[in-house]
Every structure is written in C-alpha cells, then in structure tokens.
C-alpha cells in the first residue's frame, strides 16, 4: 500500500495537537490578562550572578508618618476653612436677618423663664406669652425714651456747661506746665473748623446714609419682636422640628447638648443683665454725688454698653469721664474714673465668677478674640453677640466630647474571661433621657 495517506494522517494529527495547544495559551492569556502572544508575556528569568533588588514599598509606607498625618489634617482644616468661608459670606449676605434673630434668642433667654412660672400657675400658653413679652418690651421701650427725654431736656444746658467747660479747659492748658500758647489754641480750633467745612460733603453723606440705617434698623426691631413672640410660644416645637434636620446618628447627642446650651445661654442672659444693672446703679450714684450732669441717662447708656464685654465698660466709661471733665473740671472727671475704675474691678473679680459661674465663664483671650471678630465680621451687633456664641459653644462641644467618650465604653466589647464585678465597674450607667427642648419647663 502507499505510505502517503498515513503520512498525510500524522501531518493532520499534528496540525489538530498544535492548534489545540494554541487555543489553551490564548484561553490561559485571556485569564491571566496578559497578551495572547507568547513572545509577548515571556520575561527571561534573572542570571543566578545578578545581585537581589529588593521589592519597592507601598508609596504610602515610604511617607513620613508626621508629613502623612499633616496631610490628613491640612486637607480636613482646608475643608473647613472653606466651609467657615462659605458661612460668614452667607451671614453677611443675610445680616440683618441673622441678628435680629439672635437678638431674638437673647431677649427669650431672658423672658422665658417667666412664661415657664406662669405657666406653672395655670396661665395659659398664649396669655403667659403675651403678658411676659408685652412687660419685656415696654420696659425696654421705656428706657429708651427715658434717655431721649433726658438728653433732650438738658441739651441747652449741657451745651452752656460745656462750653464753660471748654473756655476753663483753655484757661487751664494756658496755665499749665505744657507751655501751650493761646496762638497754639486758636490754631487747633482753626484745623478743626476747616476740617469740618472740608468734608461737609462727607458729613452729608453720612446723614442720607443714616436714613438708611434708621430703616434697617426699624426692620430689625420688627423681626426680633416677631422672632421672640413665636420663640416664647412655640419654641418646644421649632426645637423638635430643629432636630428632624440633625442625621439620624447624631441625633442624641445634639438633642443633650441643645437644652444644656439653652442654660447656659440664659444663665449668660441673666448675669450679664444683673452685672449692667450694678455697674449702672453704682457708677451712676457715683456720677451723681460728684454732680455730674446728666448723671441718669449717663447710667442708663453704662447699662446698655454692659453687653459688650470689655469694649462696652471702656466706651461708658471713658463717656462719663468726657463729660464730667468738659462740665466740672479735672479734679471731677479724676474723681470720676477711680469711681469707674473701682466698680469695674468689682464686677470683674466679685460679680462675674459669683453671677455666671463656671458654666458660662470664658477665658479673656477669647473673650478679647471674639469680641474683635465679631466686631469685625458685624459691627455692634457682632460684638454684642460674640461672647455667648463662644460660651454656648464651649458647652456643647463639652458635652458632645463626654458623649462621645460614654458612647464608646457603652458599646466596646466587654473583656473575655472578666468577673461580673469587673465588667460592671467599667459599663458606665445609661444616661438619663435627653429633654425635648430648650423650652421643656413650659410644659
């Protein structure tokens, strides 16, 4: 038989062996990932002669450990620096709103305790609140027109006593060491009247502009009027509504720390309302045994700029003591900064740490700090409201810090082969249940 049909027999065994190896590669390649071709994913092995490279690190591991924590707190300060950004320019956009109601805030911490006593007598809801914020505004109300009556009656007065004033004032720089001559005088009041004509325009200006500010400032009173109407009535349910928005996971902590920041904001009120009313008390009899004009409205404005810590006592102050020197002298306006001085040091060392207590004591670094910034960031009404914003502050993320750290040892694993007694002394109790809101003795 011819030998050419086995052969062609063996050529097609072998083609069929071949193409079958070929297709087990590709299916191999195409798992691994790597290229069907087999030149392509061949790497020759290393000679035995060549030296051992090291495998490289995990680009992570070869980052300081100080630069990678830097790193991980640059970024997050970034975020919140920008966060913080974005806040105060929307604060800014919105101002008048934001103080009227935090001017809201302030006046129902100082009014809310009296709706809470009367209604523990039985007075109804809306009664109690309007009762309380009828008496609370007229009584502000009547201080204001107190001082605008005041000032008003004795302008025609002050104006002779201080003109009197000035002329000894002259007579005295005259007589005084400083060789101040009456050329030098009449040079000084020359400046100043050119001053005054030179930027009339400037003082124009300022007096459309206050049309806008009285305005503005109309607008802000209303708010805050209607601000702390609907918070001494209402305020339990705007509190639970405040929650709803909280995410689920932080919700018990933000409904403890909210009535413990409420306490401290009306134990911030309160104080600082009895501190102004002696300082007033005790500056103004002072003032007024020393025969200072105008000594009861000069109590109250030392009242009203009480509630701008440091900066405030300064200005009344420094007020008191123009006008007892431009009416009475400088023996009398002497006499009437060691009186100044000497109530405030009383206030500072006695009245403060004994009114507020620790609960709302802050330290004066940041006191000074948020003063400034809030003066900075909103003029008079940033100041005013600086220093309870860094109390309550203070208070909640005190309580948020404990919070957290219970929470932690409530629900860590307990220790394996520990005694009843030992697990015991380290479960720390439940807490108690936080109250609903800031407002829950109305109830």
């Known amino acids: 038989m011819s030998r050419v049909p086995r052969w062609l027999g063996r050529?097609?065994?072998?083609?069929?062996?071949?193409?079958?190896?070929?297709?087990?590669?590709?299916?191999?390649?195409?798992?691994?990932?790597?290229?069907?071709?087999?030149?392509?994913?061949?790497?020759?092995?290393?000679?035995?002669?060549?030296?051992?490279?090291?495998?490289?690190?995990?680009?992570?591991?070869?980052?300081?450990?100080?630069?990678?924590?830097?790193?991980?707190?640059?970024?997050?300060?970034?975020?919140?620096?920008?966060?913080?950004?974005?806040?105060?320019?929307?604060?800014?956009?919105?101002?008048?709103?934001?103080?009227?109601?935090?001017?809201?805030?302030?006046?129902t911490?100082?009014?809310?305790?009296?709706?809470?006593?009367?209604?523990?007598?039985?007075?109804?809801?809306?009664?109690?609140?309007?009762?309380?914020?009828?008496?609370?505004?007229?009584?502000?109300?009547?201080?204001?027109?107190?001082v605008t009556w005041q000032v008003m009656e004795n302008i025609d007065n002050l104006s002779d006593q201080i003109q009197d004033g000035i002329d000894e004032l002259r007579r005295w720089l005259l007589n005084s060491p400083f060789h101040v001559t009456d050329k030098q005088i009449n040079e000084i009041a020359k400046n100043l009247r050119e001053a005054v004509g030179a930027n009339t325009d400037a003082i124009t200006s300022a007096g459309l502009e206050g049309v806008t500010v009285v305005v503005e400032a109309l607008t802000g009173i209303l708010l805050t009027i209607f601000s702390t109407l609907f918070l001494l009535y209402d305020g339990k349910r705007i509190w639970e509504w405040t929650l709803k928005l909280v995410p689920a996971a932080a919700r018990p902590g933000v409904a403890g720390a909210g009535p413990r920041a409420w306490r401290t904001l009306t134990a911030y009120v309160r104080g600082t309302v009895l501190v102004a009313l002696i300082d007033a008390i005790f500056i103004g009899l002072g003032i007024y045994f020393l025969d200072v004009p105008m000594a009861v409205p000069l109590a109250v404005f030392i009242f009203l700029f009480a509630f701008v810590p440091l900066v405030g006592a300064v200005v009344s102050g420094a007020l008191a003591v123009v006008v007892a020197l431009v009416t009475q002298g400088v023996f009398t306006a002497v006499m009437t900064l060691l009186v100044v001085l000497a109530v405030q040091q009383i206030e500072g060392h006695i009245l403060q740490p004994f009114i507020l207590g620790r609960a709302v004591r802050v330290h004066p670094l940041a006191v000074v700090l948020s003063v400034a910034g809030g003066g900075l960031v909103a003029g008079i009404g940033g100041a005013v409201v600086a220093v309870p914003l860094v109390a309550v502050t203070n208070t909640v993320a005190g309580y948020l810090r404990a919070y957290?750290?219970?929470?932690?040892?409530?629900?860590?694993?307990?220790?394996?082969?520990?005694?009843?007694?030992?697990?015991a002394a380290v479960t720390p109790p439940a807490p108690p249940a936080p109250p609903s809101g800031p407002d829950e003795r109305t109830e």
Do not use: C, N
């Not at 092995?45 to 980052?63: G, K, L, T």
């Not at 809310?112 to 914020?133: D, E, I, K, N, S």
């Not at 409530?410 to 082969?417: E, L």
């Open 404 to 423: 957290s750290h219970e929470a932690a040892l409530r629900y860590a694993p307990k220790p394996r082969g520990a005694t009843a007694s030992d697990v």
């Open 109 to 146: 911490a100082l009014l809310q305790p009296t709706v809470a006593r009367l209604r523990r007598r039985g007075v109804p809801r809306g009664l109690a609140t309007a009762l309380t914020a009828i008496l609370g505004f007229v009584v502000m109300g009547l201080m204001g027109w107190f």
């Open 11 to 107: 050529l097609g065994a072998g083609l069929t062996g071949l193409s079958r190896r070929l297709d087990e590669r590709r299916a191999e390649a195409e798992r691994e990932g790597a290229d069907p071709e087999p030149a392509a994913r061949y790497v020759p092995p290393p000679p035995e002669y060549a030296p051992e490279v090291p495998a490289r690190p995990d680009p992570a591991q070869a980052v300081p450990w100080g630069m990678r924590v830097a790193a991980e707190a640059g970024w997050r300060l970034l975020v919140l620096a920008g966060t913080v950004w974005v806040l105060m320019r929307i604060i800014s956009a919105v101002q008048l709103v934001v103080l009227a109601f935090v001017g809201a805030l302030l006046i």
